[in-house]
């Protein structure tokens, strides 16, 4: 086996743990707005995560701002749930959900001691995602990944979105590698894994739900923890 000098890794949802901030966040806005409060949190979290994901790729695309999608998708499940002032209420509404995101912002558990360990072994870590520059950066310093981070690679800086080989590119560029000597670790199967093989890239896949894998031929964690662990995978594919 090539020796592995670089690990490329997502952050949303593999180092920061945006579905665990999200449902705390929804769960606030259920109890300040009576109509979300209509449904339960796994009801209002499915319905959120068909709109977020819908309106990410306009956001992507560069034709909405995160602002904007955060308010058109309130004002959309304040419209499913039937609230009679939508166009009023949706502003505050966003707010209140943003700022209960940011206050329970949290790394995935085991995502800095995973790190701390890649660092310890002279393994850089270039992170490489779907997403503006501004936001990622935060994300990362307010959760305490940035001493471990080599590296930022968002779809913002490079005009291309994972799974494109073109940022996987950029990404092993900037690490001075080829894609042999690379390993993809991430969360989202068509995004991260399916990029990085078609990139050439050895991927790991990190599976918390319990997802059905499509290819039994690539390696997977289903936890950060232990930490060693994880390492151990990233570093021999087992």
């Not at 002032?85 to 001691?113: N, T």
């Not at 994300?139 to 080599?150: N, P």
């Not at 093989?197 to 290819?215: D, E, H, Y």
Request: hydrophobic letters at 45%; a negative charge.
């Amino acid at each position: 086996m090539t020796e592995l000098r670089v690990v490329l890794c997502d952050l949303d949802d593999t180092l920061f743990d945006h579905h665990g901030t999200t449902r705390i966040a929804l769960d606030v806005v259920r109890g300040v707005d009576a109509s979300l409060g209509s449904w339960t949190l796994d009801e209002l979290d499915a319905r959120h995560r068909v709109l977020l994901e819908a309106l990410h790729v306009e956001v992507l695309a560069g034709t909405l701002s995160i602002e904007e999608a955060r308010l058109t998708r309130f004002s959309q499940l304040l419209a499913d749930a039937e609230c009679s002032d939508v166009s009023s209420r949706a502003p505050a509404v966003a707010r209140c959900y943003r700022e209960a995101y940011e206050r329970a912002w949290r790394a995935v558990p085991g995502a800095i001691d995973v790190l701390r360990l890649l660092k310890a072994a002279g393994l850089p870590v270039i992170v490489v995602t779907n997403n503006n520059v501004a936001e990622q950066q935060l994300k990362i310093a307010r959760v305490g990944l940035q001493e471990y981070i080599d590296g930022l690679i968002t779809s913002e800086e490079t005009g291309s979105c994972k799974p494109d080989r073109a940022i996987f590119a950029c990404a092993l560029e900037r690490a001075g590698v080829q894609p042999a000597e690379a390993v993809m670790f991430g969360d989202a199967w068509a995004t991260d894994i399916e990029g990085a093989l078609g990139a050439g890239i050895r991927p790991v896949w990190l599976n918390r739900f319990g997802q059905t894998s499509r290819n039994p031929a690539v390696a997977e964690v289903t936890s950060l923890v232990p930490a060693a662990a994880t390492v151990e995978v990233l570093r021999r594919g087992v």
